[in-house]
């Protein structure tokens, strides 16, 4: 799979892998989250024997263990391995019905994607070739649709769709593409090639510090330019109280709490501060789920209560709230007229910036809050905070009941610091806004 999206990563990957970049947390937990669906899917298949290697580089154990298995006459194997002529592989669960074996594999995606059909093209090519004989080969993918109700129907969690027609097609790209690497291996020789898209797609290749050490970052720099009419229109629009809100998410592929789904981002924080008036300093208010229980019902009512019935509630980059909000709504439609109505007041201050209204060249060409912010209010900085972006705060909370009281202590002040920034931020670019 490496060599199919670079040559150079699969040679890096089997030779030089201290070259790697360092992992980041945010790339740990999906893959927690890949092992969580694996052994989840396993219960559509109860009670199978486990070929699982030790480690990632005994593989070849798993290889015996599955002929074990298969001559002990298992009808269900998980992690089934297969060599052939040097090329190994493994699939999640093979299972022997009426005599003929199925090959599953597992993805935590909501659907079938390219990437899948490639592995399953190889692992179809080498259990075929090693002597197992494959009536069909699906993937198991988690069922978007599926709403939890209560406990997990594992049955109602998944969906499989056969690859079959497709993987036949591939045979001969994956046999081109097995003798073409073998040889790369063979020659030991690093292959020259630039860096692109590919670098990116389908995944971000792991070697992407060191073959972009070098490159110069494009600068999209624009002129000075401000629009003093057009903004001057747009604040005069809004309505005191004024709100700078913003949510924070979290999402599991597996649904943890009822009424969600999967891969569902579930609103656990948020940050208001309240501008009165034109002038004076804002109030501050905020929401943290506790990290346990479901934290939607409460961050509603809370919501509705601090917003009351007037006010521009203001946002950056308004579809991600309003699409939490509908969401919220839909699950709770006993609270659904009253966030209707919230939608309906907001405005977003990414509009200046995104109409080229208010351009500064350090911006880059781009209006989001994290370029914005440190050329407009340079004194306001992420830099110094524990948490500076969403995605370590999404982690950091939905690891927040395997911490001790201490840390958790900790972590929940980071959080509410790191929120509270974005709104603080929203009100002093907004400040900046209304003195032109
Ligand atoms: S960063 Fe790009 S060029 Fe370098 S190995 Fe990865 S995919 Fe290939």
Not at 23 to 36: H, K, R, V
Request: proline letters at 5%.
């Amino acid at each position: 799979m490496y060599g199919c999206q670079c040559p150079k990563r699969l040679y890096l990957h089997k030779f030089k892998p201290e070259l790697r970049n360092p992992e980041d947390e945010a790339q740990e937990s999906i893959f927690a989250t890949g092992t969580d669906v694996g052994l989840l899917a396993r219960e559509l298949f109860p009670n199978g024997a486990s070929a699982e290697p030790p480690n990632a580089f005994s593989y070849h154990i798993a290889v015996e263990k599955t002929a074990k298995y298969i001559a002990q006459q298992h009808s269900v194997i998980y992690e089934a391995a297969f060599n052939f002529e040097g090329v190994m592989c493994a699939i999640d669960i093979l299972v022997k019905k009426r005599n003929k074996w199925y090959a599953f594999e597992v993805k935590g995606t909501k659907s079938v994607k390219d990437p899948h059909l490639l592995d399953g093209s190889l692992q179809y090519f080498v259990i075929n070739n090693a002597g197992l004989k494959l009536e069909d080969i699906s993937i198991i993918h988690l069922n978007g649709e599926y709403i939890r109700n209560g406990k997990l129907d594992v049955q109602k969690l998944f969906a499989s769709e056969s690859i079959l027609e497709q993987v036949i097609g591939n045979k001969e790209f994956v046999q081109q593409k097995i003798s073409e690497f073998k040889r790369l291996l063979a020659e030991k020789k690093e292959p020259v090639i630039d860096v692109g898209k590919h670098c990116y797609k389908p995944y971000e290749c792991d070697f992407t510090n060191l073959c972009w050490a070098n490159v110069v970052k494009e600068s999209s720099a624009g002129e000075k330019h401000i629009d003093k009419k057009s903004i001057r229109k747009f604040l005069g629009e809004l309505e005191y109280p004024l709100f700078f809100f913003d949510f924070e998410t979290v999402m599991s592929a597996v649904p943890e709490f009822d009424f969600s789904r999967p891969y569902q981002q579930i609103p656990f924080q948020y940050s208001l501060h309240i501008q009165k008036s034109r002038n004076g300093e804002p109030d501050h208010h905020e929401f943290l789920g506790d990290g346990i229980s479901d934290p939607r019902e409460e961050l509603i009512k809370d919501l509705l209560k601090q917003l009351g019935k007037k006010g521009s509630i203001i946002v950056w980059y308004k579809s991600f709230e309003i699409t939490r909000l509908k969401e919220l709504a839909r699950d709770f439609p006993k609270y659904e007229k009253g966030i209707n109505s919230l939608i309906d007041r907001i405005v977003d201050l990414i509009i200046p910036f995104k109409s080229g209204w208010y351009e500064l060249p350090n911006f880059n060409g781009s209006a989001s809050l994290k370029s914005v912010l440190p050329v407009m209010i340079p004194e306001l900085s992420y830099g110094e905070l524990e948490i500076q972006e969403g995605g370590t705060a999404s982690l950091v909370y939905s690891q927040l009941k395997n911490q001790s009281l201490e840390i958790q202590t900790q972590q929940r002040k980071d959080l509410l610091e790191y929120c509270k920034l974005d709104t603080l931020a929203m009100v002093r670019i907004w400040e900046k806004l209304d003195r032109i």
